[in-house]
């Protein structure tokens, strides 16, 4: 309902044509692969492939389509991370539909937009995790054992308790749950 909305309302504007619409992270690479759009929105978390996997995989193909992150989470480390990938906009949803368009606008002219409200967070406190540690600990999180997670990574289960181990460390968890309790809440995973 909401990417139908979101289709239709900028539809209405006279120099923005929708050229398509995706449900999961895969349709949004595919759908940019055939259809070549000036710009991608795409939320953070998708079916498939998340929104911030997307705007890393166009960046690595040298797409010239441009993402914009629309979503819900308005953390510095979802920012950070997102900026990191490739996005050349943020925004939340809950802004009017015009900021959104102008924000269509300005990507597609080469300039980067970001929600004001979140431009002075986004450079407070660094995620201090590696991207390995946080693959590890975003498994974890998720109730996978610690045999799962090596073999998922190709890693040796000794290697795992060692990332979860500085993971934990580095953000004071008493244990791999509240460590990814901690990472998720700062937008770190």
């Known amino acids: 309902m909401v990417l139908g909305a979101l289709a239709a309302l900028l539809g209405i504007e006279d120099d923005i044509v929708v050229v398509g619409q995706a449900h999961n992270g895969q349709q949004a690479l595919d759908a940019v692969a055939s259809e070549k759009p000036d710009v991608l929105i795409t939320d953070i978390e998708m079916p498939e492939i998340s929104g911030l996997d997307v ?18 989470f308005a953390r510095a480390g979802y ?3 997102a900026l990191d990938a490739g996005a050349s906009g943020y925004l939340l ?12 606008r300005r990507v597609h002219q080469g300039l980067r937009v970001i929600d004001p409200e979140l431009v002075a967070e986004a450079w ?10 946080r693959q590890v600990v975003r498994l974890a999180g998720e109730g996978v054992a610690g045999v799962d997670i090596a073999e998922k990574l190709g890693l040796s289960e000794g ?20 460590a990814a309790r901690i990472a998720r809440a700062k937008g770190w995973l």
Do not use: C, F
């Not at 949803?93 to 269509?104: I, Q, R, S, T, W």
């Not at 407070?124 to 540690?133: C, Q, V």
């Open 55 to 72: 705007a890393a995989e166009l960046k690595r193909q040298r797409s010239t389509t441009r993402t914009i992150i629309l979503t819900t």
């Open 79 to 81: 920012l950070r991370r």
């Open 93 to 104: 949803k809950d802004k009017p539909a015009k900021e959104l368009a102008d924000a269509v």
């Open 159 to 178: 290697t795992v308790r060692n990332y979860l181990s500085e993971a934990m460390s580095k953000l004071g968890a008493n244990n791999r749950v509240e």
């Open 124 to 133: 407070g406190e660094a995620d201090p995790l590696t991207d390995r540690e």
